[in-house]
């Protein structure tokens, strides 16, 4: 431990803003900094930081602290990290106090490891006795063999066993039983109990194979505890810095030029005995900093994330690659088209389906957009305004402009929205991103200053669409407006799929059937039987604009159209300037674009003077 006066003098030496600044956006308000608070689900700006008191506080959520409990917090780390963290950050030296540390560590350490390791053969031993039998059985029934068993340092402990006693008859000390998560010590009857009892133990190893801790699994199904038990967080044992089987992985991995991340570590031991064996698993699901510093050892491979098809494990594998590409790792991500984790598949003699699966994986942002268009209602414009922002927050963590580009370009394809509104609503993400290797979950806007950017947006795709509803709902009114109509629908592109489906097919009705009354048509059209665009035309039917009676119906088209053409033109501007961005056109195609542009814009001010004319009215 660092002296006080230490700890108290790179306190008051540090700027806690520049500190908490470099981690997340600050906002300057009054005398104080404010932020989304990064420790909770927080919507708005609840944190305040002072440097004047060189203090942090959320008033939502009460955690508080200086800047080395932030830090401490924040990157995940231990106290005494923290503080070195700092002291480079401000160029105070605490080398005379480190090498002191260093030594006591590296004891301690050393210490653990062989206490480990002992536990490990105890448990290894359990698998040979009468009540191993049952751990024996049910690892058979897994597809685990000996030859696994052993390579992987899976044992087991009875509920008679007693590894406390067993590591003290060694020579190892009671405090350090219970400082590796070996035992807890019972105040009431003055003695060591075993963490584990009755279960199948596997081995936890680090990247130089040192034994760091142990996770134990029930046998039996039908019991209330735990199915999985696993070492306390210790000064060895922390989760976000262990990779299951890493050390072997690498190895392979270097002369595949891959590594796959899994969920779990039966998932690892399953694919390894099919032959799979550039494979790691993450105690749980989250990747850190720690494991980007392991992949970058390994020269030009690829990582491809494979976990679980459920909602966290699509979340977690959203996350990871976000913060692989923000470190310049090359990702792809394992579609995985069943339902069943990597055991189950390997289990159901499945392993030419997890081959094909890998060689096929696909680029991070097409799995994102795959991912999140599934829950997108194509026909709400604020589900799809959901929809750019959640990808926003995927593109702009992982901090790439080749990614950028292409997302615009897939947003588009898939939401039929402008580019300009989709860029607006990334613009304003931009704003209150933070570009850090602590990535946040994938969420809604955190700030309402976000979310009122993002309405401005989403009221002018809104508008857009009340055009298209407008047509729409004139068309299946009347009969009476057909042929200006069809004139002006020839000039424009309707964004939406559904209703320019919609408009094609009762403009053909009326076309083969001359005469027919507005009601008749409606009958005809609902008579086809098709379940979507009835859907819509049940919901444009009973919506309050249809019921209306407009004064000036042909007045309201006309809108309509003016509006649908002022947005093409606002589109062809935002293309051209695109264009004129480009370094490599030619002098001749840089003035035609120009001319273009330049009657675009003149387009532009004559929509403008339109709508003041409009108003005088």
Not at 225 to 246: C, D, G, H, M, S
């Amino acid at each position: 431990m660092f002296p006080k006066e230490v700890i108290d003098d790179i306190v008051a030496k540090t700027e806690i803003v520049s500190v908490v600044g470099e981690r997340i956006t600050l906002v300057k308000k009054g005398r104080n900094f404010w932020a989304v608070c990064p420790f909770h689900q927080d919507t708005s700006p609840s944190m305040s930081v002072s440097n004047e008191k060189r203090i942090y506080k959320c008033f939502s959520c009460q955690e508080s602290g200086n800047v080395i409990e932030f830090v401490k917090k924040f990157d995940n780390i231990s106290f005494n990290k923290a503080i070195e963290k700092i002291a480079k950050f401000i160029n105070f030296d605490i080398s005379q106090y480190q090498k002191k540390l260093s030594t006591i560590q590296n004891n301690f350490l050393s210490k653990i490891y062989k206490l480990n390791s002992e536990a490990m053969s105890f448990f290894k031993s359990g698998l040979a006795t009468k009540d191993g039998k049952s751990a024996i059985e049910y690892l058979k029934s897994r597809n685990i063999n000996l030859q696994q068993i052993d390579k992987f340092n899976i044992g087991y402990i009875s509920k008679q066993s007693n590894l406390a006693q067993h590591l003290m008859d060694k020579g190892f000390e009671l405090k350090d039983i219970i400082e590796s998560g070996l035992g807890n010590y019972d105040e009431n009857n003055k003695k060591i109990k075993n963490i584990f009892s009755d279960r199948i133990i596997f081995a936890i190893t680090d990247e130089q194979n040192n034994v760091i801790g142990f996770s134990g699994r029930k046998i039996e199904d039908n019991s209330e505890r735990p199915k999985y038990l696993n070492t306390k967080e210790t000064e060895v044992f922390q989760k976000r810095k262990i990779a299951y089987n890493f050390l072997s992985a690498s190895k392979n991995a270097r002369i595949k030029k891959e590594i796959i991340i899994l969920e779990g570590y039966m998932d690892v031991i399953s694919m390894c005995g099919a032959g799979i064996d550039n494979v790691i698993a993450l105690m749980g699901t989250s990747l850190s900093s720690f494991h980007i510093k392991l992949f970058k050892t390994i020269k030009d491979c690829e990582v491809k994330i494979f976990l679980d098809g459920d909602k966290p494990g699509v979340e977690a594998s959203i996350k990871a690659a976000s913060l692989l590409i923000a470190n310049k790792i090359k990702t792809s991500i394992v579609y995985n088209i069943t339902t069943n984790d990597p055991d189950e598949l390997i289990n159901q003699n499945k392993k030419d389906l997890v081959l094909k699966m890998i060689s096929e994986s696909i680029e991070p942002l097409e799995f994102v957009i795959k991912q999140l268009w599934k829950s997108t209602d194509s026909n709400n414009y604020d589900s799809i305004a959901k929809f750019i922002s959640l990808v926003a927050n995927f593109v702009l963590s992982a901090n790439n402009q080749i990614l950028y580009d292409k997302s615009l370009e897939l947003i588009q394809d898939i939401s039929k929205v402008s580019k300009p509104a989709i860029i607006e609503i990334f613009k304003s993400k931009r704003n209150f991103t933070t570009h850090s290797n602590k990535n946040e979950s994938l969420d809604e806007p955190k700030n309402p200053i976000d979310k009122s950017f993002n309405k401005s947006v989403e009221n002018k795709i809104r508008g857009y669409q009340n055009s298209e509803n407008a047509i729409l709902q004139e068309l299946l009114k009347s009969n009476q407006h057909l042929n200006y109509i069809k004139k002006n629908i020839s000039d424009i592109e309707l964004k939406n799929q559904d209703s320019r489906h919609l408009i094609q097919k009762v403009l053909k009705i009326y076309e083969n059937n001359i005469g027919i009354s507005s009601k008749e048509m409606l009958n005809k059209l609902q008579s086809e039987n098709l379940p979507q665009l009835n859907e819509i035309i049940e919901s444009i039917i009973n919506s309050l604009d249809f019921q209306m009676q407009y004064s000036d119906p042909l007045k309201r088209l006309d809108d309509a159209f003016i509006k649908i053409k002022e947005r093409h033109n606002e589109e062809d501007i935002f293309e051209i300037k695109q264009q004129l961005n480009k370094k490599e056109i030619t002098v001749l195609e840089r003035e035609k674009l120009t001319n273009t542009l330049n009657a675009r814009i003149a387009m532009r001010k004559k929509f403008k003077l339109n709508f003041l004319k409009q108003g005088e009215k």
